[in-house]
């Protein structure tokens, strides 16, 4: 049985997070922080970003993160004050144990956030299980002969979440491995990318796509848009029990997928299309949930488009618009 972390998103489900008044944010010069370097790791996105002035830390973008969070040993290590706040669960079935942190300043090229409150848990077992996978373009996933180690670990410090993409225009170009921060008051987009609503609930975001498995028609379906996952598409087991999507056993491999919260249990195979707006995608490499508990498990969408779609394309989220802006390049 192969385990492997499919994503690290989360909802937290302990209590309302109330900041106490907006963050400050701060461009160095203009109304932008242009091409900021990222790391593109086992298809996740990662930033460097300071906390408190401290030494930069690698933070992973995560549209399925509901707050932005510190993991507990770097939150310990900064001497940050830490307020217990009940559980929360993740894609695994179980629960892990959520502190709150506040009147914290984050430091990236070009732009400070100044008064955040940060959700603070340990990211230790996801971590771990990067380390054991390698996940290509399409959401292939390889088991390594030996965990990576040194310098080909990526440490996963923190997540920047609904909130972080709350305050600025997201523009990811993985091609070039560069991000945009724009303020969402001056942005005007100029390209001509498919522009694709969304709809945001409960501190996610949301599309109507539908789908297709071989030989049936399309069923449309509510997927959440999830930077922090590593593959293309993932089925949540009531929509995939309800519309009989399982392949048969000899078409689907067995997963474990770990992740905050423990384990759960998923088929992996593939789908004959998902469409995004007016663009097709073909095959895409799919998890089948299975599981019984934990956001996977969840009636009320459908499924994650994760980064082995997104990353095919230049993405804009611009959350003042509620659009993400697919542009093939």
């Keep these: 049985m192969y385990r492997f972390i499919l994503s690290i998103s989360l909802i937290i489900s302990c209590c309302a997070v109330s900041l106490g008044g907006a963050p400050d944010v701060r461009f160095a010069s203009g109304k932008s922080a242009l091409n900021l370097p990222l790391r593109i790791y086992n298809n996740h996105v990662y930033l460097q970003v300071s906390v408190n002035n401290a030494k930069p ?35 695994g079935e179980g629960l892990a144990n959520v502190f709150f942190t506040e009147n914290i300043s984050l430091t990236l090229p070009g732009v400070t956030i100044a008064h955040e409150k940060f959700a603070v848990l340990s990211l230790e077992n996801v971590e771990e299980c990067s380390t054991k996978i390698d996940v290509d373009l399409k959401g292939k996933i390889t088991w390594r002969a030996q965990a990576a180690k040194g310098d080909e670990q990526q440490p996963i410090d923190g997540v920047l979440g609904d909130e972080f993409f ?26 001509k990318g498919e522009r694709i609503p969304f709809e945001v609930r409960q501190k996610h975001i949301y599309m109507r796509a539908p789908i297709t498995a071989s030989g049936r028609s ?31 056993p000899n ?30 995608i073909e095959n895409p490499m799919t998890m089948f949930s299975q599981a019984t508990n ?32 697919l542009d093939q390049r």
């Design 57 to 91: 830390l690698w933070f992973l973008l995560d549209t399925g993160i509901g707050s932005t969070i510190i993991n507990l040993r770097n939150a310990r290590a900064l001497g940050l004050k830490l307020d217990p706040a009940g559980q929360t669960t993740g894609v």
């Design 166 to 191: 709350r305050l600025f225009v997201v523009e990811i170009d993985y091609a070039a491995k560069s991000i945009n921060l724009y303020d969402p008051k001056s942005y005007h987009y100029q390209g």
């Design 218 to 248: 399309s069923i449309n379906g509510l997927f959440m848009i999830d930077t922090g996952s590593a593959t293309a598409l993932v089925l949540n087991s009531p929509f995939v029990a309800q519309n009989r999507l399982l392949p048969p």
């Design 251 to 280: 078409q689907t491999t067995p997963f474990s997928i770990c992740g905050i919260g423990g384990d759960s249990q998923t088929q992996i195979g593939t789908l004959a299309e998902i469409r995004l707006g007016k663009l097709k």
């Design 294 to 325: 934990g956001v996977l498990s969840s009636p009320d969408f459908s499924g994650l488009i994760g980064n082995a779609i997104l990353r095919r394309f230049k993405v804009v989220f611009d959350y003042s618009r509620r659009v993400m802006i």
